[in-house]
């Protein structure tokens, strides 16, 4: 029995993109998708049935940060992570270890693993590619990914090809690991940096494991945009047809249109969430900083264009007076129509997809939105 399967629905003829459909233990979600993060078991803000109501149906968990707090065990004992958190729909868990490498200032790898300190603790702690699995067969995601290294951007060559050879190694050593495939599907991570020949070794390495699914790993961190899309442009050719492809970490509504016209089937971001928080909301007309002066008498929804809950019930003005005033409910409400957004705009990808007629929504979109316009504001 497998536990992840991907069903390839469509490929849109005018650009390559595909629909498709994803079938896991705690249900199925159709493809592209955006899958909103709840680092610490919660999506910021939101509750599982609020999740439900914008059509959420698989998010995204972070093993580092539940191994610190409040740890596997208590998880476990809970009955596993979608019991612990109230969710019964997909869930896909990181490995923990782009944590390790961003959050700690004090790190040392090797080929067992990762020595570093908790960064809340200050504690030493060691991350191997066995702990790592450990710690997601504990949680009960649907979905785990294999420990990877993620080095910064740039690297040299010679670094990166030694830190994608590791990869490859570790990615061997999760599979052994791995205690729950019956009921856990795990992905590799393929890296590379900008290098095409080590992005093609890394995809080969991984694709001969035989994983349920592949993430594609190292951007979104630093590159320019133009950068990231060709390293897409020539890595998902490299990956199996027949399974989920997953760019981490990607969640700007450009750079989802732009990955899914590139073969990509998955995406995740704090970007939505975190950036609600300070005010900032997508719309159809592009960005809006709600809590700007000028918005202090607009009675009119964030965006005229939108039916989610936010928008039907509350206006500019009512939103700015409660994140200007430190009320928590503003924060609930960017929050809830940021990933609605992002939800809908998913749906319209699928949509477009399904119509042969993704570049042409692309290019609407990006006008609409303003992406089009010289020094235009983006996230």
């Keep these: 029995m497998v536990a992840i399967t991907y069903e390839l629905i469509k490929t849109c003829k005018q650009t390559g993109a595909r629909l498709g459909r994803v079938h896991t233990p705690h249900g199925s979600f159709d493809t592209p998708v955006f899958m909103p993060v709840g680092t610490l078991a919660t999506v910021k803000t939101m509750s599982p049935e609020e999740l439900k109501e914008i059509g959420a149906n698989i998010i995204l968990s972070n093993t580092y940060h539940l191994w610190l707090r409040p740890g596997e065990d208590i998880i476990k004992d809970a009955g ?74 740039p690297a040299e060559h010679k670094y990166m090809k030694a830190s ?44 001969s494991l035989d994983f349920p699914g592949y993430a594609i790993g190292g951007l979104s961190v630093g590159e320019p945009k133009e950068i990231m899309n060709q390293v897409l442009e020539y890595t998902t050719p490299l990956l199996p047809d027949q399974k989920p492809r997953y760019l981490m970490g990607v969640g700007s509504p450009d750079s989802l249109i732009d990955g899914a016209i590139r073969g990509v089937d998955m995406f995740d971001c704090v970007l939505p969430t975190r950036i609600a928080r ?59 129509h940021n990933l609605y957004f992002l939800l809908k705009l998913m749906e319209q990808v699928r949509e477009a997809i399904k119509a042969d007629r993704l570049g042409d929504f692309r290019e609407e979109f990006f006008e609409n939105y303003g992406f089009n316009k010289p020094n235009a504001k983006n996230f």
């Design 80 to 153: 596993g992570l979608h019991k612990f958190m109230n969710w019964d729909r997909s869930i896909l868990t990181d490995s923990g270890g782009f944590q390790v490498f961003s959050l700690s200032d004090l790190r040392e790898i090797e080929e067992k693993g990762v020595h570093f300190r908790n960064h809340i603790s200050g504690e030493k702690m060691f991350l191997s590619p066995e702990k790592a699995i450990q710690i997601q067969n504990a949680l009960g995601s649907d979905i785990m990914m294999a420990l990877d290294e993620c080095p910064p951007y």
């Design 164 to 207: 994608v050879e590791r990869t490859s190694r570790w990615a061997e050593r999760c599979i052994a690991a791995h205690e729950r495939p019956e009921d856990q599907g795990l992905f590799g991570i393929v890296q590379g940096g900008e290098y095409k020949d080590l992005r093609k070794q890394s995809a080969q390495d991984l694709a």
């Design 278 to 336: 300070n005010g900032t909301c997508m719309t159809s007309n592009g960005r809006l900083v709600v809590r700007n002066a000028k918005y202090a008498r607009d009675f009119t929804p964030l965006d005229p264009n939108c039916d989610c809950h936010t928008c039907r019930n509350y206006s500019r003005a009512y939103i700015r007076h409660l994140i200007k005033a430190e009320e928590t409910f503003g924060l609930r409400l960017t929050s809830y």
